[in-house]
């Protein structure tokens, strides 16, 4: 099961990045996985940034991602997606999205299963 994220880049502060995540279709009791993204800065521990239910009602951010950060998921394209705006340079990681074996999501890194290589998401001051 390979998920594959994409959509970084270099970034002034104040601007934004699309990142999406393709999934491959794993369903739990015929429903679509809950998933997430997490990031990673050098140095510092992988940590969580949104996550999404299988069904896309259910959202939840990390403090510094609200009001910023938007995910969204599209099942029909098997796709997960963060809108980020006003980025920051601390915002600077890898990020990864990851999928979890339930349709509810969480915020525990440690309850994704399946993750993707990450895409590097630079923001310069």
């Known amino acids: 099961v390979q998920l594959q994220a994409s959509g970084g880049g270099v970034v002034q502060a104040g601007g934004s990045l699309r990142l999406s995540c393709a999934f491959p279709l794993r369903t739990f009791s015929s429903y679509p996985l809950a998933m997430g993204w997490f990031r990673q800065a050098p140095g510092k521990e992988r940590e969580f940034v949104a996550s999404?239910?299988?069904?896309?009602?259910?959202?939840r951010y990390a403090e510094f991602a609200k009001g910023r950060f938007v995910i969204s998921r599209d099942n029909t394209k098997n796709m997960v997606y963060v809108q980020m705006n006003s980025l920051k340079p601390e915002d600077t990681a890898m990020y990864y999205c990851?999928?979890?074996?339930?349709?509810?999501?969480?915020?525990?890194?440690?309850?994704?299963?399946?993750w993707g290589q990450g895409t590097q998401v630079t923001v310069s001051s």
């Open positions: 999404i239910s299988g069904n896309g009602v259910t959202t």
């Open positions: 990851a999928s979890r074996l339930s349709t509810f999501e969480s915020i525990q890194l440690k309850e994704y299963d399946k």
